[in-house]
């Protein structure tokens, strides 16, 4: 046995001698069906077929995952063995699973190397000739852990198919029967095989049998056995050649049948001797069945012939099945067609990874992988500077471009870096190192002592042009990345105060720290000239921290105490009586002279610095970084009350309550927060902009306990409007304490509302109306809340038509909470549908400016002559006039003048020729003189039209018919008698004809 070719087994149209018979191919073209699971990363399709009809008939499919796995060029060909699923689809959305196992070739299987075994399943039911049936084996399932070991169903019981086979595995026969018992005067075959690479090839007398090495027949009462047999001389006759099982190890038993060989068929029987073959083709392998097998240990292989000797006996793929097979009762049975395809990946994938000129990661790249037309993937890349692509085709071409954005610009500027034309998926993972057209630039940025400035930015400059901007970080750094053209670029240095925590404000949020620099390598350390100064703030006698105080700084050189206007800096002093100070070092043009004051309660405060003497202000000169203490000479508990808020209602419906919830504390020196009663507690409603908008109210009396207050009041009240916001204004005394003013934004919602339109005095609402022209409409309008259907009474409601300005529509006086308005049709001018435009409001309500109807307009109804249309046929003689009179009236009988009326004609098939009607004496008839009289024989059409604008239009129509005229003839002759005339020959004889038309007797 080759072992090497099992090793390197995957069925193909080039190994029909090696792995595969001519029964597989690689044949199939790629599949277009949907993808049974997701989960399951890989497939491979087969295609079966049957040259008749088989039923139930089994598939033992030799598969070497390794190698499928290989052609996509996976990192890891790794077969997970318990994921293999095999699922038959009907078409490509109706599809089902398939009960299958797999069996691995044990002697030489590697999960990693050489994944080779068979995949069973039964084809379930008829697989009729002809009839192809398509299933895809499904493998390796990596993001579903949970999938049993014990998944499989046992379908193939115990199986010989030689592909492994060792010496040792078949014995010899002990019977003289066995002419041939030494191997190799029999073999196993490596090239010819049912469906793989072997097969046992024997002849002559030849008993060989093998041990039924862990199979119990007493655990399987009902099973059955398949065998592939095939013959390469069909012309012999032929005593005994089948598959039997015995108990023990023996020579041939009488009868021979106690082995159990197949059947009593002539082709494979104990009890017919030299009967030629005449089921099987030469040189082919076909399959039978056995019945049921009772118990026994050894299965035999037999050929028994006493004269023949040539070789041309195969057995393989015996089988043993727990399930129902197709019974074989007389004729074997081909092979079944099976096409295999190419293996299919759920999820090609490409990893870009994006670096810069000098080989560092770039994050936040846009990569996108494009075809001809349209962009078709798009990702970022990661920290790692990957972006990741999947559900790419395999051997698909792209087009792939990277695109860096400078998002920390204002207005951020994007520029291609790479791009990359048709680049192909060859395999499974596909990885691309793009090197972008990007420098990276790294900041190092420290202040005057040596520390990072960890608050503000870096900006990159081509030129007066911006075209980078990058935030430092905790250790002063920064990243800025950017083309590299061969530009020489400068940097700029800002430190940001409003990023910086604290409630610090300086008089510029941003402080340009470095000017514009050249950028002299990618690697930049620079120094900023500022510095800092640490504040201890406390009380002078206490030494307890002094919070909530304003440090107050200037610039030295322009300060006139006390003229604030050149004011650097108002830094709130911290709850710990801390506060720093960064700006300007004095190596900085002008800058680095400053001077502080303490400014609490309305007042500038004394203070002592490093326990000097009380002075206001004190100046300094800021050079490197230092700490200084300053003491302020005030208690700072007479000003120490708070009103605290507990809840408070912020947002409100109008006509919904508000209700405040807050305490009046005051801070004692060895305690904190403790409730007071204050002399005053005022309650104000200002509008959003802080003015006055109510009188300030006393609110004490809610004080339900010591410093505990619970005030509600409608949002109805203080005159308060729906849809607007207001503040609430809190203030309150404690003796000489005055607490902080508490201003508390409050929004007042206007409430809900709907519309509907009715026809009048009709509830059911209307979104369109119909009129004919000329008449009137009465429309009404309902305006109500949406939540209670409350209707709204006094409300502004008006309309808009015609391009016309808005018109009021007044209450309903009849229909309370009704608003209603009529409209004259005849306003139109014209038929039509035109729009109603409707708006209303009502303050603290929520107003609806773009309500819109539709009113069709129709034409005024019209009758001919009594009737909706006319349709009738004349007959009339040469010479004789036909009058045609239409009334053309309104359908209430009014008489329509003025009206368009024209009508067509023409003989027989011949071209239309055109007239007018004629307008009588009675209002709204018209007649028609079609000069019949005059015309010459034949039929003619005739359609009279009546039309006025904004009438229905009406129609006559007329065959009229103009047929030759009569003639009466009278004779008269010489002796005429009973219409004879009776004459002497030769005389002469007086004949008369008198011919009259009988119309006018002429």
């Not at 295609?47 to 996976?74: G, K, R, W």
């Not at 500077?385 to 400078?406: H, M, P, R, S, W």
């Not at 900023?528 to 921290?545: G, Q, R, W």
């Amino acid at each position: 046995m080759n072992i090497t070719d099992i090793n390197s087994a995957k069925p193909s149209e080039e190994e029909t001698n090696n792995v595969i018979n001519e029964n597989l191919k690689s044949s199939l073209p790629p599949q277009s069906y949907s993808w049974w699971n997701v989960s399951w990363s890989f497939r491979i399709p087969v295609s079966i077929s049957s040259d008749n009809d088989q039923e139930n008939a089994p598939v033992e499919l030799l598969v070497n995952f390794t190698d499928y796995l290989n052609d996509l060029s996976v990192d890891n060909p790794w077969l997970d063995k318990y994921s293999i699923r095999v699922i038959e689809y009907e078409s490509s959305s109706e599809f089902w699973e398939i009960d299958c196992e797999f069996e691995p070739y044990e002697r030489i299987y590697d999960n990693e190397t050489n994944a080779v075994g068979d995949v069973v399943w039964i084809l379930n039911g008829t697989t009729t000739q002809g009839n192809t049936r398509d299933f895809f084996i499904y493998f390796n399932n990596g993001s579903i852990s949970e999938v049993p070991t014990d998944y499989y169903t046992n379908l193939r019981v115990w199986h010989e198919g030689f592909e492994t086979y060792r010496p040792g595995d078949i014995n010899g026969g002990i019977s003289s029967q066995d002419t041939y018992p030494t191997s190799g005067d029999w073999e196993v075959s490596n090239t010819t095989s049912a469906r793989g690479s072997s097969s046992l090839h024997i002849w002559g007398n030849c008993w060989k049998d093998e041990e039924l090495d862990g199979f119990d027949f007493s655990e399987y009462p009902s099973v059955k056995v398949s065998a592939k047999m095939r013959f390469d001389d069909e012309n012999i006759d032929r005593e005994i050649s089948g598959i039997g099982f015995h108990d023990i190890r023996t020579a041939i038993p009488d009868p021979a049948d106690s082995y159990g060989i197949r059947g009593s068929q002539p082709w494979g029987s104990a009890e017919s001797y030299k009967y030629r073959n005449q089921y099987y083709a030469a040189s082919t392998f076909f399959w039978y069945t056995l019945g049921y097998i009772a118990h026994d240990d050894y299965v035999f292989y037999i050929a028994d012939d006493d004269s023949y000797t040539d070789r041309d006996l195969y057995w393989d793929d015996i089988s043993i099945w727990d399930v129902s097979i197709q019974d074989i009762n007389t004729v074997p049975d081909h092979l079944l067609d099976i096409d295999i395809g190419d293996i299919e990946a759920a999820s090609f994938r490409l990893d870009v990874t994006c670096l810069d000129e000098n080989g560092d990661l770039v994050p936040n790249a846009k990569v996108y992988l494009s075809n001809i037309t349209q962009v078709e993937h798009f990702d970022e890349t990661d920290e790692e500077g990957i972006a990741n692509f999947l559900d790419l085709e395999q051997g698909g071409k792209y087009n792939i471009t990277v695109n860096f954005t400078q998002d920390g610009l204002d207005d951020p500027i994007t520029e291609t870096v790479y791009f990359d034309e048709n680049y192909e998926i060859t395999k499974l993972d596909n990885t691309l190192t793009a090197f972008l057209n990007l420098t990276s630039f790294y900041f190092n940025i420290s202040d005057n002592d040596h520390d990072p400035v960890q608050y503000g930015y870096v900006l990159l400059k081509e030129g007066s042009t911006n075209v980078g901007k990058d935030d430092l970080n905790s250790l002063g750094n920064a990243t800025i990345r950017w083309t590299n053209d061969t530009i020489n670029y400068d940097y700029e240095v800002y430190y940001d105060f409003n990023a910086r925590p604290g409630t610090a404000t300086y008089i510029d949020s941003e402080l340009n720290i470095i000017p514009t620099t050249s950028i002299p390598t990618i690697y930049i350390n620079a120094q900023a000239n500022i510095s800092k100064v640490y504040f201890n703030v406390t009380e002078l006698d206490s030494k307890d921290p002094f919070p909530y105080a304003k440090l107050r700084i200037y610039n030295q050189s322009g300060y006139n105490f006390p003229d604030l206007t050149e004011n650097v800096a108002n830094i709130t002093i911290g709850t710990d009586g801390r506060a720093t100070f960064i700006y300007f070092a004095d190596n900085y043009g002008d800058w680095g002279n400053y001077t502080l004051d303490v400014y609490f309660a309305g007042q500038r405060r004394s203070i002592k610095v490093n326990d000097g003497p009380l002075k206001t202000p004190h100046n300094f000169t800021l050079s490197r970084v230092s700490y200084t203490n300053i003491s302020v000479e005030l208690n700072v508990n007479q000003y120490n009350t708070t009103i605290g808020i507990s809840s408070y209602t912020n947002e409100v419906v109008w006509n919904g309550n508000i209700t405040l919830k807050f305490n009046f504390t005051r801070n004692e020196p060895s305690l904190f927060d403790v409730l007071e009663n204050p002399d005053v507690m005022n309650f104000q409603i200002l509008d959003e902009e802080g003015g006055d908008f109510s009188e300030q109210v006393n609110i004490k009396e809610y004080q339900y306990s010591k410093g505990l207050f619970n005030y509600t009041f409608n949002s109805s009240h203080y005159g308060l409007i729906g849809g607007t916001r207001y503040k609430v204004s809190l203030t309150g005394t404690f003796g000489t304490y005055v607490p902080a003013e508490i201003e508390l934004l409050i929004t007042i919602n206007s409430v809900s509302t709907s519309v509907s339109v009715h026809d009048y005095g009709n509830p059911t609402p209307a979104s369109e109306f119909t009129q004919f022209y000329g008449e009137l409409i009465n429309i009404s309008v309902r305006y109500y809340e949406s939540d209670t259907l409350k209707p709204l009474e006094g409300a502004s409601v008006s309309y808009k038509w015609l391009n016309l300005g808005y018109t009021t529509i007044n209450p309903d006086p009849i229909y309370d909470g009704y608003y209603t308005f009529t409209l004259n049709t005849s306003d139109a001018g014209e038929t039509g549908t035109e729009t109603i435009r409707i708006q209303l409001g009502l303050q603290n309500y929520s107003s609806i400016s773009d309500f819109f109807v539709n009113l069709e307009i129709r034409p005024i109804r019209t009758l001919i002559s009594g009737e909706e249309s006319i349709i009738d046929t004349a007959n009339i003689r040469v010479g004789q006039p036909l009058p045609l009179y239409f009334s053309y009236n309104t359908s209430n009988g009014t008489p329509i003048e003025g009206a368009r009326t024209t009508y067509i004609w023409r003989k027989g098939s011949g071209s239309f020729s055109s007239a007018v009607l004629v307008n009588t004496s009675i209002p709204g008839r018209y007649s028609l003189d079609f000069n019949t009289e005059n015309r010459p024989i034949g039929t003619y059409s005739l359609i009279a039209t009546f039309e006025k604008t904004n009438y229905e239009t009406r129609t006559a129509s007329y065959i009229i018919n103009i047929l030759a005229r009569e003639i009466e003839a009278d004779l008269d002759a010489t002796n005429i008698d009973d219409d004879q005339i009776n004459i002497v020959k030769g005389n002469k004889v007086t004949i008369e004809v008198e011919l009259t038309d009988p119309i006018d007797g002429n």
